[in-house]
């Protein structure tokens, strides 16, 4: 795809409402917002497929896996307890999520687009990290008030953002997003993980230390080339943060591995999954709530708290595919570029490839994988895929902030 010109004024104001939306998304209560800043991505993006030179078009990355989706999400229709709101969840997540995937990736791909798409998850994370701890001191407990969003949605946007915090580490970008980018994400990164404390939540840290992990142990294994001490850090790190997991769950008077509130919830829906098992009951991870009303035991469960089983129940087989297809197709995907486009190259593969990884493990935890929180995976991953694929693609010497 044509690298645009950095002067180009489509993808600059472009990239500036894509940060301006990453800023509002896991802020509460900024509906009009996001659907102005959400506006001004698509006709920019629009914009900027204007001014590209097609002689050299080819198909969208993960294009099939995205089309299955939605035939998926579709295909569930006729099983919906109501179709018209069936087919709204469906337009407003995987509509909007396919839409804003392939404009944060459209717009990421031109040099100066890393600027933005920092600065505005630095600034995304420390505004809603700031209002919880500002929240929590005024109330004494987590209330999701004004700006604050609740606090599953705060953990599971926190860990979305982390990955994009983690350029300025990275000295090849370092340069490029200037010198107060570092001092900045340490004060996001600390604020976030004084949010993450105040959660009491044992998956935080549990999805922290293998997004950690899977980083360190991608970098110093294909850039430092010694995979011995990558897998040292690995270890070192994630066992670090586990062990933070452990007071997190000893704070709550529990074991680090107790899960058997899941097991009550798991079982009842798995059979229900084989009444459908090939259509599933409706798009919408609360499409079933009446079943959950008569069948399930504990009082306030209305959906299956997995991805996999909330994807199976509501979309069958087919969404089940498609869910496999879109996260392995994104790792496949980040892994491929890893070999191309040298060290700053390597740095948003290996990010793409934490936050995929741990997206999907948080919400098989318990699944947030919905509204915001989709469409703030979506922007990220669009805009990490990118700034790999923009390296690949810039000629030799040519800097990304050029």
């Known amino acids: 795809m044509t690298i645009l010109s950095p002067t180009d004024p489509a993808r600059r104001l472009g990239m500036l409402c894509l940060a301006g939306l990453v800023v509002v998304l896991p802020l509460a209560h900024l509906a009009a917002w996001r659907s102005l800043f959400m506006l001004g991505v698509v006709v920019c993006s629009l914009g900027c497929l204007w001014l590209k030179d097609w002689s050299d078009w080819r198909c969208p990355p993960l294009l099939w896996a995205f089309l299955l989706w939605i035939v998926a999400a579709f295909s569930s229709l006729p ?46 994370l420390a505004l809603v990290s700031g209002a919880a701890l500002v929240s929590w001191g005024i109330h004494g407990n987590w209330v999701a008030k004004g700006l604050v969003p609740a606090l599953g949605d705060y953990a599971t946007s926190a860990l979305t953002l982390l990955p994009l915090l983690a350029l300025p580490f990275f000295k090849s970008w370092r340069v490029l997003l200037g010198r107060w980018s570092r001092p900045f994400a340490m004060i996001a990164l600390v604020l976030a993980l004084a949010g993450g404390v105040l959660t009491m939540s044992r998956s935080v840290w549990l999805v922290l230390a293998i997004m950690l992990a899977v980083l360190l142990g991608l970098w110093h294994g294909r850039q430092l080339r010694n995979w011995r001490r990558g897998l040292l850090w690995s270890l070192v790190s994630g066992g670090l943060l586990l062990f933070v997991a452990l007071l997190v769950a000893r704070w709550r008077g529990m074991d680090l591995l107790f899960f058997a509130a899941r097991k009550d919830i798991y079982g009842p829906v798995f059979e229900h999954i084989l009444e459908s098992p090939w259509t599933g009951f409706g798009y919408g991870h609360e499409s079933a709530k009446a079943w959950y009303l008569e069948h399930m035991v504990e009082p306030g469960v209305f959906h299956a708290h997995n991805l996999l089983l909330s994807y199976a129940e509501q979309m069958g087989v087919l969404g089940l595919v498609a869910l496999f297809a879109i996260f392995g197709g994104l790792i496949h995907r980040f892994f491929k570029g890893m070999d191309r486009g040298g060290a700053r190259g390597l740095a948003p593969a290996a990010l793409g490839v934490a936050l995929v990884v741990g997206i999907f493990v948080k919400n098989n935890l318990d699944i947030f994988f919905v509204r915001h929180n989709l469409l703030l995976f979506f922007v990220c991953a669009g805009m990490l895929l990118g700034l790999l694929e923009g390296e690949k693609a810039r000629p030799v010497g040519e800097e990304q902030g050029s």
Not at 81 to 91: D, G, M, T
Not at 92 to 121: I, M, R
């Open 79 to 124: 099983d919906g307890p109501s179709r018209p709101e069936v087919l709204q969840l469906a337009l407003q997540e995987v509509g909007k999520g396919t839409l804003l995937f392939y404009c944060a990736y459209l717009l990421a791909l031109g040099p100066g687009s890393a600027v933005f798409a920092y600065w505005g998850s630095a600034l995304a």
